[in-house]
């Protein structure tokens, strides 16, 4: 049985996940209207996985008899001035996304909360590649500044990436 910190720290991250997922969604409308099909695929599935990550989440609390209690997701931007400052900010919610995983890691340590631990390390190694695949996306988009052909490329090559569903 979870603790009544862990289970609505637990609650708070599902809540976050399903704003994380509303976040990606907004930037995948917004770069479809912009005329960026790739971008806007890649950001589609980013919303997918975090949808992943929250539903994780409430698979846990439901094997752990602890009730999830969903919270109204809060409005989230629309409007992004380029590319590289939508990935920009996306690298900067991934790092405040990170920290959260992190907290609730070590409220799982602190309380002895093992199976809880064990949980969220999926969920931490999930970050590492987060925060890395988005920079490495970033350095692309310096190295390609606004050039029309290298932005051409990105959004082409973002077009082939496919949702494969998390294991967490």
Do not use: C
Not at 56 to 85: C, F, H, M, T
Not at 95 to 114: C, G, P, Q, S, W
């Amino acid at each position: 049985m979870l603790s009544k910190k862990i289970e609505d720290a637990l609650n708070e991250q599902v809540n976050a996940e399903f704003w994380s997922a509303y976040l990606y969604l907004s930037m995948s409308l917004h770069f479809e209207h912009a005329g960026r099909p790739g971008i806007a695929n890649w950001f589609r599935i980013q919303f997918q996985e975090e949808q992943a990550h929250a539903l994780a989440l409430v698979d846990y609390l439901n094997a752990r008899d602890a009730k999830v209690v969903l919270q109204p997701i809060a409005g989230v931007p629309a409007e992004w001035a380029s590319v590289k400052d939508a990935f920009v900010a996306t690298l900067e919610h991934e790092r405040k996304v990170t920290a959260m995983i992190n907290n609730l890691y070590a409220m799982a340590e602190a309380e002895h909360d093992f199976a809880t631990r064990q949980k969220l390390n999926t969920f931490v190694a999930e970050q590492v590649e987060e925060e890395d695949t988005v920079r490495q996306i970033i350095d692309d988009l310096t190295l390609v500044g606004e050039d029309g052909t290298g932005l051409y490329q990105i959004d082409r090559q973002m077009a082939t990436r496919t949702f494969t569903a998390p294991v967490l």
